[in-house]
């Protein structure tokens, strides 16, 4: 049976091309921690493969025979939220099912109707500790999506699990690992009387804290390559340096496109097509218009308040963004969803190229719906943009609109340019594609149009930079500085047709025909057209 790019669910490598789930984190410092009787935590975002590493972990400490390791989803426990009794009992019900599973006895079970007459504050220190006492080797718990319980049930677990830890191993698990999205510290837990008390507090035995990094480009292209080598379809390689633009290996997404262009365009499943990069960009695309379960989670995050307070300001390129004025605790909360990522010594940033796409497109789907025209009036006989033509008519759009409209945005701080995104967005449903960047630190937007010129892979391509700012300070100033980095960023992109700097003024106090505006400057030997908005 031909394999295929996996994107619902753990891997298997019978049916899945895969990246060995153990070499995605310090195997040698995971069986430390667990000859070390250690409690810890492995966290990663969704769909990056957690459930994968734990599974193969499972089996590679049975396969070694010195433990018995237990893999458990707790997630069912969700459904019952506050409800403490059903939530351990849930918990306890799952470990027995799948520990008599991997022991392929009845034992587990057994105990586990002994301990359910206990009260919901030890039925599941109970267990674990009668279970221990009659295993024949030390046991290994494995529990996947810790932090789907909430509240009162999920202190309820960890603080049963820490009252047992000084009975480890003879009568209590050598080594619990906790899996989930996020580091078990920065849980914000919210009892039923409202008390709010953090996971640390809860569960002070937890001696590390591991994250499962992303895909490298290295792994990309062997994950890739187990394809060619499977179906002798081959990936042109410029596909490459695309798909790491696009995903930054975030491993669903490099999943997802290859299994968008290999298998979801009919025509690519005749292996001798050779995948190019313009598949890669149409796969992308759609898998954006169709808003898989990935997405969905990504673009509900964004409602919330925590995850606006750090996002918001990223988009807008205020002040707020990069002076310590955000809580940390927000910071780290959208670090772990995957939706950003902070590296030392440069300015945060959204995490991929798909993500950047995704978040203004879904903050102004509403907005794009009603201006959808058709592109043929800013287009000009060669296929090429009319980009002056499409600013203008942005700029009469915006005098009309913009007060009422960016009122409506739920990110209404970012507003003015998330609406002239929502504009430009006609320029992808007419062929081009537009890339974004967020410069944090650098208080501007950077977007990069590309408009191909002809049908098909490898034609000429216009390209035009387009630099966004808010008015803060004196206009003059603003100018001066927008002029030196629209132009680094042509320089940075190679081969523009045109730059645009576009500068965002928010005074109350102007009236609209002095705001509205536009005027070529030459910088460098290099035309750039700004524009008053």
């Known amino acids: 049976m031909e394999k295929f790019f996996n994107t619902a669910g753990p891997n298997r490598s019978e049916d899945h091309y895969t990246i060995d789930p153990l070499t995605r984190f310090d195997l040698d410092e995971v069986l430390m921690l667990i000859r070390q009787k250690k409690y810890f935590v492995l966290h990663a975002p969704r769909q990056t493969g957690k459930t994968s590493c734990l599974l193969a972990l499972r089996d590679y400490l049975n396969k070694e025979g010195d433990y018995i390791a237990v893999y458990a989803n707790v997630e069912g426990g969700q459904a019952s939220r506050n409800d403490v009794a059903a939530v351990v009992k849930s918990t306890v019900d799952v470990l027995a099912r799948e520990i008599a599973w991997t022991m392929q006895e009845p034992l587990a079970e057994e105990i586990r109707d002994s301990a359910q007459k206990e009260g919901r504050d030890s039925m599941l220190s109970t267990y674990l500790s009668k279970l221990c006492e009659q295993l024949s080797k030390p046991l290994v718990l494995l529990l996947d999506e810790i932090d789907s319980l909430v509240g009162d049930s999920l202190i309820a677990v960890l603080r049963q699990i820490r009252s047992g830890y000084v009975n480890r191993p003879a009568a209590f698990p050598q080594s619990i690992i906790l899996c989930g999205v996020r580091d078990v510290r920065d849980y914000r837990i919210v009892l039923s009387d409202q008390d709010i008390i953090t996971g640390g507090s809860a569960f002070n035995i937890k001696a590390e804290s591991l994250r499962l990094g992303d895909f490298s480009k290295d792994e990309i292209h062997e994950l890739y390559m187990q394809h060619t080598r499977a179906t002798g379809q081959v990936f042109d390689e410029a596909c490459f340096p695309m798909v790491w633009e696009a995903t930054e290996g975030q491993p669903w997404l490099v999943n997802a496109l290859a299994y968008e262009v290999a298998w979801k365009m009919k025509e690519n499943r005749d292996r001798s097509v050779r995948i190019t990069p313009e598949m890669m960009y149409r796969a992308q695309e759609r898998i954006i218009y169709r808003r898989d379960t990935h997405i969905d989670i990504l673009i509900d995050k964004l409602k919330e308040p925590r995850v606006r307070r750090v996002i918001e300001p990223m988009l807008a390129n205020s002040d707020e963004a990069d002076e310590g004025i955000i809580p940390s605790d927000d910071i780290q909360y959208a670090v772990d969803l995957g939706l950003i990522k902070r590296e030392r010594g440069k300015p945060r940033r959204i995490s991929n190229g798909i993500y950047r796409e995704i978040i203004p497109r879904e903050l102004t789907w509403s907005t794009q719906d009603v201006l959808v025209q058709e592109p043929q009036w800013y287009q000009r006989a060669d296929n090429s943009i009319d980009m002056e033509k499409l600013l203008l008519d942005f700029q009469q759009f915006f005098r009309q609109n913009a007060d009422s409209w960016i009122g409506k945005f739920d990110y209404a701080e970012a507003g003015p340019q998330l609406l002239l995104q929502a504009f430009l967005q006609r320029i992808v449903n007419g062929g081009g594609y537009i890339d974004r960047e967020y410069g944090l ?3 501007r ?28 300070g004196a206009l003059d100033t603003a100018i001066e500085k927008g002029l030196q980095q629209t132009a680094e960023y042509m320089d940075t992109v190679g081969s523009v047709d045109e730059g645009h700097l576009i500068i965002f003024d928010r005074s109350q106090t102007k009236t609209w025909e002095q705001r509205i505006w536009h005027q070529p400057y030459t910088h460098q030997d290099r035309t750039i057209m700004v524009w008053g908005m």
């Open 445 to 472: 937007t950077d977007l990069l149009i590309r408009k191909p010129l002809t049908d098909g892979y490898g034609g000429p391509v216009q390209r035009i930079v387009l630099e966004l700012k808010i008015l803060r």
């Open 441 to 443: 630190g650098r208080k």
